[in-house]
């Protein structure tokens, strides 16, 4: 099984400011990451696939990088809406997911 | 746009089977780009993929679940559905179907359901 680390595991920043989240897989997955946003009491929502493409409808402020084990999650200019769960989940074997990183506001 | 329900009992006692439905409105589960999973997550953990199912009745599962899952599909109500038998406390999620895309290039989970929550309590 192909193990996702995540980290920090709360990052704390303030509104406006850049956020940059990782992502390490435990053996190479390519570029078959995806990164997902969990608000409380609702499903994850998809934001971005193939490490760096942007789902439908995701605002130009995330964007992702990487490839092979190593990854990240950046937001450019945090708003109120982005203070949440993030997950990285590989797909280049099965499917497993990071345990998380919590986005809070400073 | 394609959206997706789930639905079934919140409640199981352990060593049951917990049975849940996923209904696809908007678009067909017969279409050919898919595969259709479950997913779960306790409250306050993360994520765990469960298995997937192919329009055409074809089947993966996660190895650590594989010996208590299985999904099916009905094509002609649009839905697919699990099981996973010998249900005990660490069973008890928020369970989530979701569509993911045959081709690596866009396999994200997309769209998800909204959840049910599944308690295993005597």
């Known amino acids: 099984e192909i193990v996702m680390t995540q980290s920090p595991a709360t990052l704390s920043v303030s509104p406006g400011e850049r956020a940059t989240l990782s992502c390490r897989a435990s053996q190479s997955v390519s570029s078959n990451l995806a990164w997902y946003q969990q608000k409380p009491g609702q499903a994850p929502r998809l934001l971005i696939y193939g490490a760096s493409t942007r789902a439908t409808g995701i605002p130009a402020r995330f964007s992702g990088s990487g490839s092979g084990t190593e990854f990240t999650l950046t937001i450019s200019s945090l708003q109120s809406e982005d203070f949440a769960v993030y997950y990285c989940q590989q797909y280049n074997n099965w499917y497993t997911f990071g345990q998380g990183t919590k986005l809070e506001i400073k | 746009q394609v959206q997706l329900q789930e639905s079934g009992p919140g409640l199981v006692k352990p060593s049951q089977t917990l049975s849940l439905t996923c209904t696809v409105s908007?678009?067909?589960?017969?279409?050919?780009?898919?595969?259709w999973s479950w997913i779960r997550q306790p409250a306050g953990k993360g994520l765990e993929w469960i298995g997937r199912?192919?329009?055409?009745?074809?089947?993966n599962y996660n190895p650590s679940l594989k010996s208590r899952v299985t999904i099916s599909v009905d094509t002609s109500k649009n839905q697919f559905s699990l099981k996973l038998s010998s249900v005990t406390a660490a069973d008890t999620a928020v369970y989530y179907c979701?569509?993911?895309?045959?081709?690596?290039?866009?396999?994200?989970?997309?769209?998800w359901g909204q959840g049910t929550l599944v308690t295993v309590s005597s």
């Open positions: 979701a569509r993911v895309g045959i081709a690596v290039a866009g396999a994200g989970f997309d769209p």
């Open positions: 199912i192919y329009t055409s009745g074809s089947t």
């Open positions: 908007g678009g067909s589960i017969s279409s050919g780009s898919y595969y």
